[in-house]
């Protein structure tokens, strides 16, 4: 057991309900069916995270053992099959990597997503909200990613490892890019603690974690870990530079910008090495990939563009409400 690890989550339905229950030692408790359950709703989505932090750090008061509890890791495996059909349902498919890449290296001159909205016209609630939102990613940046480590040979693992490197900081923890987030998050009287907002962090933004561990966690899925990784290295070198505007106008200070100036810089470098190296790499090894490959970056796509689209509607909404289950204090 963790002494520092977050506490479980309040149930979001059955399933949920039925992950949260045995963890907690209340007993044996046989999950409901998964079968027709929503692919991205919040019950599903909140009972994945659950079996998945299992992974990562743990919960505090659960034994560390249910790591790998078989009956746990059979709801685990359901919740996923049924994650996975929904991401391949909603995209498009195909195999031409260079096809799918193309387009991200765009800026559109009038985009309208997130980071736009919180240049232009976001106010200091909205960033709250947005960076509790990210903070579920942006506290573990990068470990979904070191799973495919042992996955990957030669040239794409060498390469994958020095982006690797940069993201915990180049040996210095106090650059790791998940203590430059919870620096900011202390820049803005947020809560810093690893899954402090889990209980208000939507299935949207959920999604966007599930999404990385599964592909993470299943060596079947290398090929869209690392089309996941090349896409989100591609989309976060201008968001950055975009988020670093946006803080300046609301204020913050430096030790807040540093998070977002700090990837202007280096997810320029990286997405070319993981487009070049990485992936050219690999699909040079198994070009059989290249469909799994296109399948991680648009279903990056595809959970970025939920998580948005949900973020502004309630920002955007007649009557504005908070994107968050309950509305910071
Ligand atoms: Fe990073
Ligand atoms: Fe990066």
């Given at each position: 057991m963790n002494g520092d690890a977050p506490k479980l989550p309040s149930p979001r339905g059955p399933l949920s309900e039925a992950v949260v229950t045995m963890l907690s030692g209340r007993g044996d408790v046989v999950a409901p069916p998964v079968g027709d359950a929503d692919p991205f709703g919040e019950d599903l989505q909140l009972a994945l995270y659950v079996c998945y932090e299992l992974h990562y750090r743990g919960f505090s008061g659960v034994d560390d053992a249910w790591e790998w509890d078989p009956g746990l890791?059979?709801?685990?495996?359901?919740?996923?099959?049924?994650?996975?059909a929904g991401l391949r349902a909603r995209v498009a498919g195909g195999d031409d990597v260079d096809e799918v890449l193309e387009p991200l290296l765009?800026?559109?001159?009038?985009?309208?997503?997130?980071?736009?909205?919180?240049?232009?016209?976001?106010?200091?609630?909205?960033?709250?909200?947005?960076?509790?939102?990210?903070?579920?990613?942006?506290?573990?940046?990068?470990?979904?990613?070191?799973?495919?480590?042992?996955?990957?040979?030669?040239?794409?693992?060498a390469a994958l490892v020095a982006v690797e490197f940069d993201e915990f900081g180049g040996g210095r923890a106090e650059m790791m890019h998940s203590r430059l987030f919870?620096?900011?998050?202390?820049?803005?009287?947020?809560?810093?603690?690893?899954g402090a907002y889990l209980d208000v962090a939507p299935a949207q933004m959920l999604a966007v974690v599930n999404m990385m561990s599964l592909f993470g966690l299943h060596r079947s899925l290398r090929g869209a870990l690392t089309g996941h990784f090349a896409a989100a290295e591609i989309t976060t070198s201008p968001s950055a530079r975009r988020m670093a505007l946006a803080l300046?106008?609301?204020?913050?200070?430096?030790?807040?910008?540093?998070?977002?100036?700090?990837?202007?810089?280096?997810?320029?470098?990286?997405?070319?090495?993981?487009?070049?190296?990485?992936?050219?790499?690999?699909?040079?090894?198994?070009?059989?990939?290249?469909?799994?490959?296109?399948?991680?970056?648009?279903?990056?796509?595809?959970?970025?563009?939920?998580?948005?689209?949900?973020?502004?509607?309630?920002?955007?909404?007649?009557?504005?409400?908070?994107?968050?289950?309950?509305?910071?204090?």
């Amino acid at each position: 057991m963790n002494g520092d690890a977050p506490k479980l989550p309040s149930p979001r339905g059955p399933l949920s309900e039925a992950v949260v229950t045995m963890l907690s030692g209340r007993g044996d408790v046989v999950a409901p069916p998964v079968g027709d359950a929503d692919p991205f709703g919040e019950d599903l989505q909140l009972a994945l995270y659950v079996c998945y932090e299992l992974h990562y750090r743990g919960f505090s008061g659960v034994d560390d053992a249910w790591e790998w509890d078989p009956g746990l890791l059979r709801v685990r495996g359901e919740l996923e099959r049924v994650f996975e059909a929904g991401l391949r349902a909603r995209v498009a498919g195909g195999d031409d990597v260079d096809e799918v890449l193309e387009p991200l290296l765009v800026e559109p001159v009038d985009g309208d997503g997130l980071s736009y909205h919180l240049k232009d016209r976001g106010d200091r609630r909205q960033l709250r909200e947005y960076v509790v939102h990210r903070s579920i990613y942006h506290l573990k940046e990068a470990d979904p990613h070191a799973w495919v480590i042992p996955r990957l040979t030669g040239r794409a693992k060498a390469a994958l490892v020095a982006v690797e490197f940069d993201e915990f900081g180049g040996g210095r923890a106090e650059m790791m890019h998940s203590r430059l987030f919870a620096d900011l998050m202390e820049e803005l009287d947020l809560d810093p603690a690893y899954g402090a907002y889990l209980d208000v962090a939507p299935a949207q933004m959920l999604a966007v974690v599930n999404m990385m561990s599964l592909f993470g966690l299943h060596r079947s899925l290398r090929g869209a870990l690392t089309g996941h990784f090349a896409a989100a290295e591609i989309t976060t070198s201008p968001s950055a530079r975009r988020m670093a505007l946006a803080l300046e106008r609301l204020g913050v200070g430096p030790r807040g910008t540093l998070f977002f100036t700090e990837h202007v810089e280096a997810d320029a470098v990286h997405e070319q090495v993981l487009r070049t190296d990485v992936l050219g790499d690999l699909l040079e090894r198994e070009p059989e990939l290249a469909a799994d490959v296109v399948f991680g970056v648009q279903a990056t796509e595809l959970v970025e563009e939920r998580f948005g689209a949900h973020v502004l509607g309630c920002w955007r909404a007649a009557e504005p409400v908070s994107s968050l289950l309950r509305p910071l204090p």
